[in-house]
């Protein structure tokens, strides 16, 4: 409040304004939290109402107080108005923000799927030997030949061939059951 006096020029519109405030803030109040339905922004507004009207106070110090309370609601309510617009773009922005760091709902749904099978996967390998799970590591996630997985482990490629035919069997079969 002592803010809003050093916007007012005489010890007279001092007085004044302090009596228009006395008797008009809580009705402002009410109003601004009417429309905004939050008690701080409603606070901040009716401050800026009463901070716009002690800045032009040389203009209505002639009004009675029925007209400076009509006139001060109008403003108020265009303020919260304001306050509805300018949440409204902030949360606008922040969804714009968020669909472009988020995928698209059919990219969204594809990943998520794919998160459940490679869940599904990895409990499967775990019922498998440990010279399954070598086999099946050598050949799909580093991409050896049959020959390479041979020299690596010592066995023939056919013993690799027919290894890696039985394990993605039992595989097939852990999948078919954990479905």
Known sequence: MTDLYLLLETPEDKASFQKLYENIYI????????????????????????????????????????DMLSLCIVITRNACINVIRQNERRRETVMEIKDDLLPSGEDLLEGILQKEKIAILEQALLKLSTEDKNILILRYY?????????????????????????????LREVLLREQ
Not at 38 to 66: C, G, I, L, T
Not at 151 to 157: A, M, V
């Open 27 to 66: 009705k402002l109040l009410y109003v601004a939290q009417g429309i905004l339905h939050n008690k701080q922004d409603a606070e901040d507004v009716v401050h800026d109402v009463f901070a716009k009207v002690a800045k032009n106070y040389h203009k209505y110090r002639n009004m009675n107080e029925r």
């Open 142 to 170: 580093h991409g050896m030949s049959y020959k390479e997985i041979g020299r690596t482990l010592g066995i023939k490629t056919k013993t690799v061939d027919m290894r890696l035919y039985r394990v993605k069997a039992k």
